[in-house]
């Protein structure tokens, strides 16, 4: 399967105005051979958002559902923000729907602000600070 790609990859380079893209969170399983000019030659670090960005997506999530009024608050939304520290965007979703989960466990009619910090009581991000330094320095 990989000669099959990188034969494909090859045959895409004469094409102007293509530019192929890729992401993983495991680039040291990245085989070799992509990795070679004219295929994969530049790998770029995304990291997690910083507290800006965890605030934009998680008022992006806190849009679509039913929450008490206190949740929506600049104080409730940076103390999520602080606590979510290297989380994903995926993350911040799933932290959302967990809060969700847990009001619909306790028939709640609205997700309340204990639902949000008990999920984060328990929570791990996706990324460690270990996770971090490691893809750093690869």
């Given amino acids: 399967m990989i000669s099959q790609l990188l034969m494909e990859m090859d045959g895409v380079q004469s094409s102007q105005g293509v530019t192929l893209i890729a992401a993983t969170n495991r680039p040291d399983m990245i085989d070799k ?3 070679r000019a004219g295929r994969f030659e530049h790998m770029i670090l995304v990291p997690p ?3 800006a960005g965890r605030l ?3 008022r992006l999530y806190l849009a679509k559902l039913k929450c008490e009024p206190a949740v929506y608050e600049d104080s409730f939304l940076d103390e999520l923000a602080d606590q979510s520290r290297l989380c994903t965007g995926a993350d911040l979703k799933n932290i959302c729907n967990k809060a969700g989960l847990l009001a619909v466990e306790e028939k709640a ?3 309340l602000v204990h639902h ?3 999920v984060l009581h328990t929570y791990l991000p ?3 600070m ?3 330094v490691w893809y750093e320095q690869f």
Avoid: E, G, N
Wanted: charge should be positive; proline fraction near 5%; charged fraction near 20%.
């Fill in 116 to 118: 949000f910090r008990q």
């Fill in 126 to 128: 996706s990324v460690s």
């Fill in 109 to 111: 009619s609205r997700i």
């Fill in 33 to 35: 051979s992509f990795l």
């Fill in 130 to 132: 270990t996770t971090m």
């Fill in 49 to 51: 958002p910083d507290k």
């Fill in 56 to 58: 934009a997506i998680l």
